[in-house]
């Protein structure tokens, strides 16, 4: 009895090591994250297994009670009483795939779980996804690449996991060695912000026309990204007035807004030119909780964020078609396969992260965005405010 308590407490304490590692915004440390599924693979009970899911998940998203305190200017608490639902979903679907039985039975329920951990519903939960990883031990593999990291994690839970884990230690240490970050397009340029919590709530006409000086500062044909929520409320008059400042300048602008009507709102990103402006993507997955509020309809309420979970996930500017990931789409994964399946050949990052101050949570979207960008050989523009 005292050695099984000792294994799971073992099993536990590596695998809070491995999420804290894997998930710390370093990209070339994202592979960390392929000892979990070994890790689970050596639970001898479901209640192990469980216990290793739960150390391996809140290590990973260790930043969320800091960042939720930071965005509802509270205490602490909300923000952990929130981390700990937020990795039920994950911890149900591995302890409840989880098997004692060797053989072909575990890799495949392994399997099975990241599946469920990449689609809805319980992709929604998704995120420290050890398969987002393939981007740096599979650069520009593409397909084949995920295919490889997907056989690579179900092997690691076998007893061939030596040989597995070995292989994969190889190609971290190649891919390392000559590891180049996505570029931006040509003609791209995502500009970054520091304007914290006023941005996306100051709509005054001084905002507006300080984020038009700072766009004008690009030359002529330059596509000029601005993070989420970077012009506030989506009107006409918003529209109108930015469409004239653009005038001349051969600039177009891509940048974050929100599109109100009686229901709720849309996160968006539109695209401006001189020659006039449209909404060009209305996010899928907006942050659980905080954005999207599904339970309101239930209750007869309005408010919250749309969910377009399987909406547009390419648009076209000029002649791109891109991949938009909108903050909290880019720490999941059915949203970027589903723009790279419908051919998107740039993934445009953008993010308003002004409330994860004190956390990493911004490092790890970017290095998240960044693997996927390496995985399919895509050009990356990233904007974020923080």
Same mark, same amino acid.
Request: proline share 5%; hydrophobic share 50%; aromatic share 12%.
């Given at each position: ?11 536990? #304490? ?28 050596? #639970? ?27 965005f509802y200017s ?11 639902i937020a990795s ?13 039985? #060797? ?68 190609f971290w240490l ?28 100051? #709509? ?183």
């Amino acid at each position: 009895m005292r050695r099984d308590y000792f294994r799971g407490a073992s099993l536990v #304490a590596a695998s809070s090591v491995v999420g804290w590692v894997g998930w710390s915004g370093n990209v070339l440390l994202l592979p960390a994250a392929v000892a979990f599924p070994a890790i689970w693979s050596f #639970a001898i009970t479901r209640w192990q297994a469980a216990g290793v899911s739960a150390a391996y998940f809140l290590a990973a998203s260790r930043g969320l009670p800091q960042g939720v305190a930071n965005f509802y200017s509270s205490q602490i608490w909300p923000g952990l009483l929130l981390w700990l639902i937020a990795s039920a979903a994950f911890v149900i679907v591995h302890s409840a795939l989880w098997t004692s039985r #060797a053989g072909w039975r575990k890799p495949l329920r392994y399997l099975a779980a990241c599946v469920a951990m990449s689609v809805p519903p319980f992709g929604i939960m998704g995120w420290a996804h050890p398969i987002t990883a393939a981007g740096v031990l599979f650069p520009a593999w593409g397909w084949w690449g995920l295919a490889a990291m997907a056989a690579g994690l179900a092997l690691v839970t076998t007893y061939h996991w030596p040989a597995a884990a070995i292989a994969m230690t190889g190609f971290w240490l190649w891919s390392a060695a000559q590891w180049t970050t996505p570029s931006s397009p040509a003609s791209w340029q995502g500009v970054d912000l520091q304007i914290g919590d006023s941005l996306g709530r100051d #709509a005054g006409l001084a905002r507006q026309q300080g984020l038009v000086d700072l766009v004008r500062l690009h030359t002529p044909g330059t596509t000029a990204v601005l993070p989420e929520s970077a012009l506030g409320f989506w009107t006409p008059t918003v529209s109108s007035l930015w469409e004239s400042m653009l005038a001349e300048t051969g600039i177009t602008v891509i940048a974050g807004a929100a599109i109100i009507d009686q229901g709720g709102y849309d996160n968006v990103l539109v695209k401006i030119s001189s020659d006039g402006s449209d909404v060009l993507y209305r996010e899928r997955m907006p942050v659980p909780g905080s954005m999207w509020q599904p339970w309101l309809t239930l209750t007869g309420e309005d408010g919250g964020a749309r969910a377009h979970i399987f909406g547009d996930a390419v648009v076209s500017v000029g002649d791109s078609t891109i991949a938009p990931l909108i903050c909290y789409e880019q720490l999941l994964v059915w949203p970027i396969l589903q723009s790279v399946f419908q051919g998107s050949d740039v993934v445009v990052a953008v993010g308003n992260g002004w409330w994860t101050a004190g956390t990493s949570i911004v490092d790890v979207q970017r290095a998240s965005s960044t693997a996927w960008a390496r995985l399919f050989d895509l050009p990356l523009v990233i904007s974020f405010n923080t």
